[in-house]
Structures are given as structure tokens and as C-alpha cells.
């Protein structure tokens, strides 16, 4: 079953987001809206194509494709045989969200790889895009002459779980910006699609992962701490992240402290007293501050 989510009414309910607990107050501006596919979408080598359509307006925005090569040529001379899989994206008409990586120190070519983006990076105007690009590969080279077998792995997204593709489309004169959350297998055959949401406020950022508006959302109301028997789980809006996440005493001692790298964050209790303690996440000029009682 799939939910589509529209997030433009006044005074919005808790929602979870994919990225971490996510709390959504009122007089929200701009609009996010978000899809789950349930259930998640396989492409490999059976299903080898798969188009997205971001707004449902029968123009997709994004492809995707798992391919195989094989072949031989010769290099320098010496004949060499190849084989392998790897998994691309287009985006005709918008772009993806991409790095350039040098395909060799001698080479001033530039291959076009997208980015795996993590939660909470920004998906806008200010990044780099392209039309197309790979995903993974793994490649196998083979040198009878040579008795070699050489293996290439290709691209960020070889062999990892929940991470962002950021996208660009068009809507007649508007461009916007979204996000879709992926597994891509070590062996680059199998590209899995799990959900994506993009901003319907044209040319407005989106951050990876976010599924509800942050304007109008307090502070307060960004940070949920979650305290257990042995540690506090304690999960953030993606804009917090960069902010400092610190336990403190109630005589104001700092026992632990940290920078929050992601929206979900672990603080453990080990070594500590039994008492009462303050989670306190500081970001420019607001701080919040949860209790929690360690046993």
C-alpha cells in the first residue's frame, strides 16, 4: 500500500521521519511531500528498468537501470577480456545530485558519478547536477596473457543501505527539489527503492531524509530523547546536525559531550552516578534541555 502525504495543513501531527523522530508545529510554509513504496521497488537484472515519477504528471523524473557488459579488446597489444554489472540513473529534463571523480591521475577526464548523500544534506540550487550518471559497478578485467584477474568496484553507492539520491525536476516553468532513499548491493545488481518526497514550494531546498516542513518548527520541539536502562537515544531534526549534544549534572558538570553527526545519536550512562541529568543540545543561540534519570 502506498501513502501520499501532503504536509501544508495547520497545527501537523508528531510524524517520524525516515532520518529520525521528526515533530511538526504549525503555520508550516512550504509543502513536503512525501511517498512511501510499500512495497520497496527491485530493479536488477530481471527488472532491469524503473521510472519515478515525482508529482504524477506522467512524466517521469528519474530512471533507473541495471545493465551487464562483457567483451574483449586489447590494451597496449596484450588482448584483455571484461565482464560485469553496474547500475546508472538519469534524470531527463532535471538532474541529479552528483560528484565528478577523476577516472585516473594522468587523465584529465572526468567521470560522472552520483553521490550517495547521507541524512540531512542539502538537496538545492547551490549543489551540482547532472542529467546522468552511475550508481556502482563491479567490474572484472581479465589478462590471459598475464594470468591476471583484476577487479574494479566503481561508485558510492556500491554496497550500501539508506542512502539519498538528491534530485531536480521540472514542472512546467518550475523546478523543484526531492530525494529518493536507496539500497544498492555490493555486487551492483540490485539497485532496492524504498521512499522519496520532494519540496512543491519551487526552487526551495529539501534536506535528504526530511519529510515535514521545519519552518515554524521550535526548537524544543526538534530534539525527542528517548532514556533507557543503560543509555538516552536521542534524535534530531537534520537541520540540528553539526550542533553540540552534551549530559550534565544537576551541579552543571559536563560528563559527556559530543557533536551530533546524524540524527540519531546514543549517549551512554556507563560509569555514572545515579541521579538526575540534563541532555542538553546547543545550536547557534538556542539550547534545549531534556531530563533523564540514570538508575
Known amino acids: ?152 568496484p566503481l561508485g558510492e553507492w556500491l554496497g550500501v543501505t539508506d542512502k539519498f539520491l538528491g534530485v531536480k525536476f521540472t514542472a512546467g516553468a518550475n523546478t523543484h527539489y526531492g530525494w529518493v532513499r536507496m539500497d544498492v548491493s555490493a555486487g551492483a545488481d540490485v539497485i532496492t527503492i524504498k521512499d522519496y518526497a520532494f519540496n512543491a514550494t519551487p526552487n526551495a531546498p529539501i534536506n535528504a531524509g526530511q519529510m515535514v516542513s521545519l519552518d515554524g518548527i521550535t526548537m524544543e520541539d526538534k530534539v525527542t530523547v528517548r532514556s533507557l536502562l543503560d543509555e538516552a537515544m536521542i534524535n534530531v531534526t537534520p537541520d540540528l546536525i553539526g550542533a553540540q549534544l552534551s549530559l550534565v549534572s544537576l551541579t552543571g558538570q559536563v560528563v559527556a559531550s559530543q557533536s551530533i553527526e546524524d540524527v540519531h545519536n546514543v549517549l551512554s550512562y556507563a560509569g555514572l552516578d545515579t541521579g538526575v541529568y540534563m541532555i542538553t543540545v546547543e545550536a547557534d543561540d538556542e539550547t534545549v534541555n531534556k531530563k533523564v534519570y540514570v538508575r
Open 1 to 152: 500500500m502506498k501513502k501520499k502525504i501532503t504536509l501544508d495543513e495547520a497545527k501537523l501531527a508528531r510524524f517520524t521521519a525516515v532520518a529520525g523522530a521528526v515533530i511538526a508545529g504549525s503555520n508550516v510554509n512550504a509543502q513536503i511531500v512525501y511517498q512511501d513504496i510499500n512495497p520497496d521497488v527491485v530493479v536488477n537484472l530481471a527488472n532491469p528498468n524503473y521510472a519515478l515519477d515525482f508529482n504524477n504528471d506522467a512524466a517521469p523524473d528519474v530512471a533507473f537501470q541495471i545493465s551487464q557488459i562483457n567483451g574483449s579488446t586489447t590494451y597496449s597489444g596484450i588482448p584483455i577480456t571484461y565482464q560485469g554489472t553496474y547500475g546508472a540513473a538519469n534524470a531527463p529534463g532535471g538532474g541529479l545530485q552528483n560528484v565528478q571523480i577523476q577516472t585516473g591521475s594522468a587523465s584529465s577526464q572526468l567521470a560522472s558519478y552520483i553521490g550517495a548523500l547521507n541524512s540531512g544534506d542539502e538537496v538545492s540550487s547551490a549543489e551540482m547536477f547532472s542529467s546522468y550518471g552511475l550508481l556502482a559497478g563491479d567490474i572484472t578485467i581479465t589478462i590471459p596473457l598475464l594470468g591476471q584477474t583484476l577487479n574494479y
